[in-house]
């Protein structure tokens, strides 16, 4: 809310006076608005988080004008950037993919006098959106119990990164576990498989 504030000096009773208002007065000042509630990620993927909050408490008649949403990434690589919306959801895009990420909420006030509430409740957030895909997965050779496969690495552009390759299978009959196996190589070998 938009205050104005007034200073004067006052006499010893009695008879008291009041002085000229103070140099430079009165003052217009806004008090922050309060901060957003339920900040949360509803959704993410390579390179498209998505968001969404409730509006801040309204007692005592607390006003705001919109939401200011400041994200970057967490290793302090690139811009801080800013984005705002009168909605209570709002999606970040063209974000690179593999990336951990750091986003905060605001509620801003109305003009004149701008302020800026504390930080949403439930922030910061951080997530990391998904790697891309490896490319051209295809396996080689096939031998009673052994499988060789091999691929390319993702796409590197906008800057994605990612760390190591999941190679996951299981029977396509429903049968037995599903089975896991990690490594940073483009390749890797299937090994005591049951043949047939």
Request: no cysteine.
């Amino acid at each position: 809310v938009l205050y104005s504030i007034s200073l004067f000096a006052v006499s010893q009773e009695p008879h008291v006076t009041v002085s000229e208002e103070a140099v430079g007065g009165p003052l217009t000042v806004r008090t922050k608005p309060n901060p957003p509630q339920n900040f949360a990620i509803t959704n993410f993927t390579t390179t498209v988080v998505d968001l969404n909050w409730t509006q801040p408490d309204s007692a005592n008649s607390a006003i705001f004008a919109k939401y200011r949403i400041t994200y970057s990434r967490a290793d302090g690589n690139g811009n801080m950037m800013t984005n705002e919306t009168s909605s209570t959801s709002f999606s970040l895009t063209e974000l690179s993919p593999g990336v951990l990420y750091s986003i905060s909420l605001f509620a801003v006030s109305q003009e004149p006098h701008v302020t800026v509430s504390e930080e949403a409740v439930g922030g910061p957030l951080t997530v990391r959106t998904n790697p891309n895909a490896p490319q051209n997965f295809m396996s080689g050779n096939i031998a009673t119990t052994t499988v060789e496969l091999m691929w390319d690495p993702p796409d590197n552009a906008n800057s994605a990164i990612f760390d190591k390759y999941r190679i996951t299978y299981s029977r396509a009959d429903g049968n037995g576990n599903m089975m896991t196996n990690e490594t940073s190589s483009t390749s890797f070998s299937l090994t005591e498989l049951s043949p047939g």
